[in-house]
């Protein structure tokens, strides 16, 4: 599926917070750590890296939640201060990056996965195709994944 024409617009359940995705991302990719499948209430959460500056928050108030990742680096997870949906995530090791939840856009049909990571810890009965880029664990680099969804979409 090609990209959409951006920016794209997304937000929250109940409405209340609204953002904008002024430029594509740099990647989308299933995650299969512990600390996804808790806070998802699924057997992965699917990420999507973009640049911070790229991600506009239009309205609404969001709370966050300060956690220590699988990988043992600090994370900050956005959600909408009323209704509780998470949002995006603020890598406190990277600030120039933003991991986007590509279930909050309102389109998000388009971005489809093009690898995962911590799939030692996936559900026994999810398949991985091995023709992604796949990880065990934490990816040393997420450049190998960029650059699957930049060749993907024709950018490379």
């Known amino acids: 599926m090609p990209l959409p024409k951006f920016p794209q617009q997304g937000g929250c359940h109940c409405g209340a917070v609204r953002y904008e995705l002024t430029a594509p991302p740099l990647g989308v990719y299933n995650c299969h750590c512990t600390d996804c499948q808790k806070m998802s209430g699924a057997a992965y959460a699917m990420s999507m890296p973009v640049r911070t500056e790229t991600l506009v928050q239009l309205s609404g108030e969001v709370s966050i939640f300060e956690k220590v990742a699988d990988s ?7 959600s909408c201060a009323k209704c509780g949906t998470r949002m995006w995530n603020v890598p406190l090791s990277s600030p120039e990056m933003r991991t986007l939840r590509p279930g909050t856009l309102d389109d998000f049909s388009w971005a489809e996965p093009v690898g995962n990571i911590w799939t030692k810890s996936r559900m026994p009965w999810i398949e991985i195709d091995a023709a992604l880029v796949n990880y065990e664990g934490q990816p040393p680099s997420r450049e190998p994944l960029y650059a699957a969804w930049s060749t993907k979409h024709g950018e490379a």
């Open 72 to 78: 043992g680096r600090r994370v900050q997870m956005v």
